[in-house]
Structures are given as structure tokens and as C-alpha cells.
């Protein structure tokens, strides 16, 4: 637990689900962070899917209540179904535990992923025919939601963590799922044990994932390099008036400006971005990829938002909308934040103010009450409604 990332912090999270692995951070971290003047949390996220869930969310408050930690618990429920659903319990789980952690003022949420995490997460990306990016190890921390996620145990056995708590006399909860071959997670753990005795071991493979993670960091610093040459930000659009002659660097750069302006938490598919890249040697002027509208005009590529991506996307009073756009002001009881969309026929005279184009206003924010346009501060500006772009938007550390 000694590489916890404790500068500066004054408040940690633990993301425990009462089976071995999180019990036994928790466990661990409780002294440690006592030892460093550090608050320490903990939260369980009850997705609902398994009827012992509640339970053993019990579980976890009685063992947090009996050494004085705070404990809550998290409640995620399936709305309309929208795909996988491990994804979608997932994605949910991450942006309980995000809310969680924002609301307690803390600082990061640990969560237990170990060794065979990492071996058992290579063998499936491996399987998926993943590139670099895919088979590189675990970050030993991340953001996601806006909140800071740390691992402090990828180097670490899962028998050792369980070791701790048998030690310990601390019993934990076995998730049914854990042994349910239905998952691709749980045949990739029956097959590391047939690797280990081929004399490939979960360290060997989480070893080679780990030199794969120093390649990407390369990697990543020639990216910051290209960016800082290449792009500059126009409103919340991003211009690129040189892409990278080298064809990885230039795949690289092109992923990392379509996830910022889509939003999206993957690079698109390597056909879709192969497409993408021929279009434009092809002098294509005009196309749409992961929420993002792409045009290029003069040897200038633009990737601005899609409007038809932010269709019924909306915000509140001191919400950010779309992840990036803030709109201040008194406003009339009602307002939302919306796209301006067709709203801009209402602004005859935005040329006047913005040199932005036609399609990034209508992908912008606008102020709406009811139906009626109340202000578009990004196609003119509203001295009543100032407009605020996230701090950082536009550069590559916003995306982590």
C-alpha cells in the first residue's frame, strides 16, 4: 500500500464490494491512511442484479462501522437497456462511485484490481485483437467522471490479498459469477491456470503488460509533442493546420482530438478512423465520426461537436453541459441549457461577433425557457448570460 499517491491528499475513498480483493485493501489501507492523518471512506455499489448484493453490502457497513470508517451504500439500477450489460453495470459503478467520491470531498477512490486483474484483462483484449493501447497494463491511476481512480495493488497476487485476510480471521463474500464460464473474465482466469502449468505465469503476462505501458507512455509524450504543434483551440472546436507525417502519429493525434470533442471514452473503430483518414487525403470536405463533425477547408481540419449528437442534451443552473460549456447568469425559472440548433435562424446577425461556422453555434449551448430562445452566448454574446468553456478543455490531460 506504500505507492498510494497520499501528497497533498487529505481524504481518501475505498470502493469495496466485500469479496477478497476489495476487503483486504480496505483492511489494509485502514491503518496506513490513519498513519498519514487521512480521512478514509468507503462505498459499495449495489447494482441490483443478484439478490445477495444487499447483503453483502451489510456486510461491508457493519465491517466499516466496527472500525469507524464511513461507510455507504451506493444503489445503481438498469434503466432501458442499452447493451452489454457488464458494460453498462460497469459504467454505472464508476459513475456512482465518482458522485459518491465528489459529494465527500475526496480526493481519489481506491479500487482493487491485482495481478491476475491485469493477466486476465490482457489474455481478453488479446483476444479482441487489441493493438498497444489495449494490451498495456492497468494505470496505476485514472480519471473518470471527473474523479480520480488509483490501483495500488496491480503488482500484488490475488492469493496474497486473500492470505491477508484468512490471517486476519476476516471472512469475505464469493460473488456466484465468479464461477459462472458465461463470462469471458472467468475463462480467462481458468485459463491462466492451464498457462501457469505451460510455464506462463500471471506475473509473466502482467510483466510484459507493464513494458507494453512504458511503450505507450513513449508514446503518449509524442503525442503532447504533435499536439502542441498541430492544434489550437477555436471555442470549444479544435483546428489542426498540420497533422503528423508519421501514419501512427498522425492516427494518435486524430484519435485523441475525435474522443475529446465526442466525448467518447474509446477510439473509434480502426476501420471507421482508416475511412476517416482516406476521406481526407481524398480531399473530402465534409464528414461525421464518434459525435464529431469533421471538415477541412485551406489545409485547416476542423473537428468540432455534431449537433446531432447533443440533441436532447440538457443542464441545469451551474451544470456543465456537455461536458465543457457553462452558462452563468439569473436565469428565468424553467431555463435549461440546449443546443442552439435551429435555434440560430433567431440570431440573424452572429457573423457578426464569432468567425466560428454555421454547424459548430448549432452544436453550442444556448439558454432556452420553455421553448422560447432566451440567449445563444456563443453566437453572440449575452453580457446577462456570460458563457464559461471547462478549464483545461482542449488540451490532452482533459482527456485522462
Request: with cysteine.
Amino acid at each position: 500500500m506504500d505507492d498510494i499517491r497520499a501528497r497533498g491528499l487529505t481524504a481518501l475513498g475505498a470502493a469495496v464490494s466485500g469479496g477478497g480483493d476489495s476487503l483486504a485493501m480496505l483492511d489494509l489501507a485502514i491503518p496506513l491512511a490513519r498513519a498519514r492523518g487521512l480521512r478514509l471512506e468507503a462505498a459499495t455499489v449495489d447494482h441490483g442484479l443478484r439478490p445477495e448484493a444487499a447483503a453483502e453490502a451489510q456486510m461491508v457497513a457493519d465491517f466499516c462501522a466496527a472500525r469507524g470508517v464511513a461507510h455507504e451504500t451506493l444503489l445503481w439500477r438498469r434503466g432501458e437497456p442499452a447493451g452489454n450489460l457488464s458494460a453498462e453495470a460497469r459504467a454505472g459503478r464508476y459513475a456512482a462511485l465518482a458522485g459518491w467520491g465528489k459529494r465527500r470531498g475526496l480526493a481519489a477512490i481506491l479500487i482493487a484490481h491485482n495481478r491476475e486483474d491485469v493477466a486476465e484483462t490482457f489474455l481478453i483484449r488479446l483476444g479482441r485483437a487489441a493493438g498497444l493501447d489495449g494490451l498495456a497494463a492497468m494505470a496505476p491511476a485514472f480519471f473518470r467522471n471527473g474523479m480520480q481512480f488509483q490501483r495500488p495493488f496491480l503488482d500484488i497476487p490475488r492469493e496474497v490479498l486473500r492470505g491477508h485476510l484468512r490471517r486476519q480471521g476476516i471472512a469475505w463474500a464469493e460473488d456466484p459469477s465468479n464461477s459462472d464460464e458465461g463470462y469471458t473474465r472467468v475463462k480467462m482466469r481458468r485459463l491462466l491456470d492451464d498457462l501457469a502449468r505451460a510455464g506462463i505465469s500471471a506475473k509473466a503476462i502482467s510483466q510484459s503488460a507493464r513494458a507494453l505501458s512504458d511503450t505507450r507512455a513513449w508514446t503518449e509524450r509524442q503525442l503532447q509533442a504533435d499536439w502542441a504543434a498541430g492544434v489550437q483551440l477555436q471555442g470549444a472546436d479544435l483546428l489542426i493546420a498540420r497533422l503528423p507525417e508519421d501514419d501512427e502519429a498522425q492516427r494518435r493525434l486524430l484519435i485523441a482530438a475525435l474522443r475529446l470533442i465526442g466525448t467518447g471514452e474509446f477510439a473509434p473503430r480502426r476501420e471507421a478512423l482508416a475511412r476517416l483518414r482516406q476521406s481526407l487525403r481524398d480531399g473530402v470536405q465534409r464528414q461525421t465520426l464518434a459525435g464529431c463533425l469533421i471538415t477541412q477547408r485551406n489545409g485547416v481540419l476542423r473537428i468540432a461537436r455534431e449537433v446531432q449528437a447533443v440533441r436532447g442534451l440538457c443542464a441545469g443552473p451551474g451544470e456543465w453541459w456537455d461536458g465543457r460549456w457553462q452558462i452563468g447568469g439569473t436565469w428565468p425559472e424553467g431555463a435549461v441549457t440546449a443546443p442552439l440548433a435551429e435555434g440560430i435562424a433567431q440570431v440573424k446577425d452572429w457573423r457578426d461577433f464569432t468567425a466560428l461556422p454555421r454547424d459548430s453555434l448549432m452544436a453550442g449551448p444556448a439558454l432556452w425557457c420553455e421553448g422560447r430562445l432566451i440567449a445563444a452566448p456563443l453566437a453572440r454574446p449575452e453580457p446577462d448570460y456570460p458563457l464559461l468553456l471547462r478549464k483545461g478543455f482542449g488540451s490532452l490531460p482533459f482527456l485522462h
